[in-house]
């Protein structure tokens, strides 16, 4: 029997204009856990959407028990023995355990009734030979994040999976849940189940991986004995030696007034005791994991979440802002990270687009100017350099980098002061990118102060003045100007 | 300069293409043409006294129908708006013996603007959807008519209230003047002015609106009392021509009024609007009634016509959007 259950070779998927993955490997021996890390874009996803069939591959080959295998659609992949535990945890929340578990795959009596007696049968020989237990009959809604996962992994197990893959299981547990899963990992390991474990947690792999796999711009750094090496050297090679000359130079010298303030916010148990101070001239950094609770502080300080203890303090004056209309009557405009699902009007003009949260100055009573409107957004193409055919384009046809521009326009033509920035970035392209960091450096040159919201440690490092790192919606850093670095925004946000 | 000139000319001329394209203006042609063929298989079609009946007949679901293209471009709807006409007459009749002639009409708007609050509330305070809301609101007024008429029709019309029924003002009926009217500030509040461009807005991406600091909750519920206002109009103009009351009246009209408003191009979606559009298709309706009379084929077959026209123009529209 060959040792490893699982091989990739030299796979390599490119997307239009990105190399996603260049041939890369991965091989899993039977009864290992091992772990999968990489900055966001690193490849981690791609990888496993393309073991899992979701995604073709370009080239490259993968093995199965040392035979090559076929695997072109989903349905190949669970027939070989991968098994898929997804994040978002796709089961029926009016349904128990059994019935999620057999969905789609029921035994039938003759007369086409469901055979639960069968089922029940065969999940409890299922839960017996892995040492797991979890009431058959109760319903997924009334069931704990973990307990869901439970469930996930016994319905790979069911269709007799060799390798799980888990994608950041334990992004959304807390202590205890963490621990019970790495018990049942470390069950199913003795049992010679393989489990592959994508995450951002650094000190995490420490505790049940065998080995891990470092990705970086799509290519495998290596592969390493977790006895081997140490959490610093993993974060060291996933950070690797990026280049600095996409950031403009940080010409912020002394800080201005505190124009924002937070003290001791906290919103249940998502965000805890947060506070911050945002000066007038400056960019203050925000980062952590996805689900660290970033974005919940952008939207609480535009009053869209209500938070249930602390206060918010602008310009020295405590306030209460409860509404996003008042926050940009206050002068706090938000970008929201989901451009085109809470950004961007798709099917409007760009011109539109623009004016939105400022029409009353091109209404004068009431009527609309429409040539203003669009010489205003020419004002805005020009100053922003947005590439489109005219003010008349509608914006679901721009490019990401474009669309970012027009929500950025729209914040500017209200003269906030104060802009939070979620996700400014995502999705568009290195030159874009380089624009916008570009203007968030004059903006805050001209006085304005930003809150720059991002999951890129590397940008946060490249053009944040001072930086707070969040984990689990508590503070975990906060780092001034001559501290700010990558390898520390990392350290603080993936390892205790 | 000059070649600059020359291109906003292009542009101009291609806009105005675009917006002349079948897609945009495929209800304008079908009424168009539709009318043509009347005019050249009945004399009687083209006679004025036809123009202004059709338009007459038209007028109460016309006036419903604008006011739910309001509600449609914030993907909202109304389905209790063809009981409310109904109930604004029992209403009325009811009223004018105890309070007189305008007290009565000004209290029917009152409970108009109080019905549209309590639904748009009801829809963006607690977050029922606008189906299931308004079916509640349209079994209420439903029995509320029962009620208050023990079932049977309420007669007794006065003559001001006839003329809103067949008054004219230059030898036009006054239900002309409301509908058409109504159809012009209509058109010109949706895609003119701030409000019409909130509507669109929160219809077009309602998440959106709220971070770009718009008051969607308030501006939603607003349409809601415009629509219900619309209905009470609808349903003055309804007294004012059969002079009575019915515990039916009304209701029913405002799937002919959704329908219109669908085929006139506001999106079911939200928005997209357009009123002046919106008459075109309630004046289809009516001319499409028309005909088969005057063709003599019968007006049993409207409904069944309607019901093709409108599941053959979303299906038109939807397809082109996916295509997009």
Known sequence: MPRSILEMRAITKTFPGVVALDSVDLEIARGEVHAVVGENGAGKSTLMKILSGAYQRDAGSIFLNGKPADISMPADAIRQGIGIVYQDLPLVPALTVLANIYLGREKTTRLGRIDRAIHLARYQ????????????????????????????????????????????????????????????????????????FITHFIDEIFEIADRVTILKDGRRVDTLDIDKTSPQEVV????????RDMFPEKTNTASGKPILQLRGISVGDRIRDFSMTLHQGEILGLTGLVGSGCSDIGNLIIGNLAYDRGAVMLDGEPTRISS?????????????????GSGLLLDFELAKNVSLSSIDKISPRQVIQFKRERQIAADFIEQLRIVTPSARQRVRNLSGGNQQKVVLARMLYTDARILVLDEPTQGI??????????????????????????????????????????????????????????????????ML | ???????????????????????????????????????????????????????????????????????????????????????????????????????????????????????????TKIG??????????????????LVLTDGRILRGATPELRWFGSGEILSIPFPVIAFLGLGILGEFVLNYTRYGRYLLAIGGNREASKLAGLRVDEIIISAFVLSSICATIGGIILLGRIYSASPLGGVGTEFIAITAAVLGGTSIFGGEGSVWKTVVAVLLLQVLGNGFNLLNIGANYQELIQGFIMIGAVALYTYQRRRQ
């Open chain 1, 236 to 243: 060291a090679m996933m950070i690797g030696h990026s280049p």
């Open chain 2, 1 to 123: 300069m000059a070649m600059k000139r020359q291109e906003n000319g292009q542009n101009r001329l291609s806009a105005l293409m675009k917006s002349l394209s079948l897609q945009n203006m495929a209800i304008v042609y079908v009424f168009l043409i539709l009318c043509v063929v009347l005019a050249l298989s009945s004399d009687a079609f083209l006679r004025p006294r036809n123009i202004i009946n059709i338009i007459r007949q038209a007028s109460v679901v016309g006036v419903l129908a604008i006011g739910m293209t309001f509600l449609l471009s914030t993907a909202q709807f109304d389905l209790a708006v063809g009981a409310q006409a109904g109930f604004t007459g029992v209403v009325i009749l009811l009223l004018i013996p105890v309070i007189g002639f305008i007290p009565a009409l000004f209290a029917s708007l009152c409970i108009a603007v109080v019905i549209g609050l309590i639904t748009g509330a009801i829809i």
């Open chain 1, 125 to 196: 020989q299922l839960c017996d030979s892995f040492g797991i237990y979890l009431a058959p009959e109760r319903r997924i809604r009334d069931l704990s994040v973990a307990e869901r996962q439970l469930v996930e992994i016994l319905k790979v197990l069911d269709r007799d999976a060799q390798v799980i893959v888990m994608d950041e299981p334990t992004a959304t547990l807390d202590q205890n849940a963490k621990e019970a899963l790495f018990q049942t990992a470390r069950q199913l390991q003795a049992a010679g189940k393989s489990f592959i």
């Open chain 1, 324 to 340: 996003p209309y008042e926050a940009i009557k206050r002068g706090i405009c938000l970008l929201p990270s989901d451009r085109k």
């Open chain 2, 128 to 145: 029922v959807n606008s189906l299931v809301t308004t079916l509640g609101t349209l079994s209420i007024i439903k029995g509320l008519l």
């Open chain 1, 429 to 494: 392209d290195v030159r874009a990118k380089e624009e916008i960091f570009l203007l968030m450096r004059q903006l805050t040159d001209q006085g304005k102060a930003i809150l720059f919201i991002s999951s890129e440690f590397k940008e946060i490092a490249g053009v944040a003045d001072r930086g707070i790192v969040l984990r689990n919606g508590a503070i975990t850093a906060a780092l001034e100007r001559d501290d700010i670095s990558e390898a520390r925004l990392v350290a603080a946000a993936t």
